[in-house]
């Protein structure tokens, strides 16, 4: 950490600290099926469950928040979406877990980040409401919410990360590339809260000519191109 500290405050970019795990431990203790069987046929049982992960992710979250170079903290949420959950069972079970967290972050002083890629447009204002500061990914491609969309419901409350995808860098298709970012950067000319980020994350199989054309295509938007 002292070597990610230095190098951080060198180049001016912030520290991550992926310390929370909530939905995704449970679906990787008892499978997705299984998880969302648990929560229906014994909702009991799953709140221990979710009571457990919640003392875990605390504990994990106030010693790396005890680090000065940590500047935000992250919560994986892959596997608490709409292609798994209901609302109804999101409220039940995950709300007061997202905003426990959130709460004890923003004493330590930190910002508090949820990963979430599907059903932003409903999840995203609870997210909202619990807490949540930045918001890990919203996806044109494969959520399907358009950037004017996530703006107008989201923008004025939370920082939103995305605009772009993966899948669209591989195909090294400049002018597809182009059109993704000018739509996003359009979407959020007036909003401080917006990062363009390519979704989920730059793999290993990512060709770099698709990295360079997203990096132009921010250059030639940015310059007014």
């Known amino acids: 950490m002292e070597a990610v500290t230095s190098f951080a ?8 600290a992926w310390t929370a795990f909530g939905m995704d431990a449970v679906v990787w203790l008892c499978g997705a099926n299984g998880a969302v069987q648990l929560a229906t046929e014994q909702p009991k049982a799953f709140s221990e469950l979710m009571e457990l992960i919640t003392q875990t992710d605390m504990a994990r979250l106030q010693l790396a928040a005890k680090h000065p170079g940590i ?9 608490s979406s709409t292609n798994y959950w209901s609302p109804a069972l999101f409220d039940q079970f995950l709300f007061s877990h997202i905003r426990s967290l959130a709460d004890l972050s923003h004493s ?6 949820y990963t979430v890629t599907a059903g932003v447009e409903v999840l995203g204002p609870r997210l909202a409401e619990a807490g949540v500061d930045v918001l890990y990914f919203v ?18 409350r939370m920082c939103l990360v995305g605009g772009t995808n993966t899948i669209t860098l591989a195909t090294k298709d400049r002018k597809v590339i182009e059109e993704e970012v000018h739509r996003a950067m359009t979407a959020f000319a007036s909003s401080a809260g917006f990062v363009l980020h390519p979704i989920d994350a730059l793999s290993p199989d990512t060709p770099w000519e698709g990295v360079e054309m997203l990096i132009e295509a921010w250059q030639k938007h940015h310059n007014g191109g």
């Open 9 to 16: 405050r060198e180049q001016g970019v912030a520290v991550q």
């Open 108 to 113: 330590l002083g930190k910002l508090f980040c």
């Open 71 to 79: 500047d935000l903290i992250v919560e994986r949420g892959w596997y």
């Open 139 to 156: 996806d044109p491609l494969l959520d399907g919410i358009s950037m004017e969309k996530a703006r107008d419901l989201l923008g004025s």
